[in-house]
């Protein structure tokens, strides 16, 4: 079993920068891929950004070359550089994890973007 606590986000002025952590507990060797995701109230949430472990990353179209994605193995950590932000960034972000069949997921941490 894998748990995720995200953090990092806030608000911030359109044209900035956040970087959201995701701190992975418990059987970190089991995770096959991992990723983020976003969600705005009354919308379907969203991939942001999502890959397997040593592999490449695929990113959402509305976030390249805006938004990295990195995993720090050594400390069980998952980040996203987010830069030139956009008001319609503006969701809660998540984090995931897969592991065999399953999809774990975090709590999500709110980023609000102000024109």
């Known amino acids: 079993q894998v748990q995720l606590v995200e953090s990092g986000g806030g608000l911030v002025q359109a044209g900035g920068s956040l970087r959201l952590s995701c701190a992975i507990f418990g059987n970190i060797f089991s995770v096959n891929a991992m990723g983020w995701y976003r969600q705005v109230p009354g919308k379907r949430r969203e991939l942001v950004s999502f890959?397997?472990?040593?592999?490449?990353?695929t990113y959402a179209d509305f976030v390249k070359g805006r938004f990295t994605m990195s995993r720090d193995n050594a400390n069980d950590m998952l980040y996203l550089q987010m830069n030139s932000l956009k008001p319609e960034d503006t969701a809660a972000y998540f984090c995931?994890?897969?592991?065999?069949?399953?999809?774990?997921w975090g709590e999500g941490t709110q980023v609000t973007v102000s024109s």
């Open positions: 995931k994890a897969e592991v065999g069949e399953f999809d774990y």
């Open positions: 890959g397997k472990s040593g592999g490449e990353t």
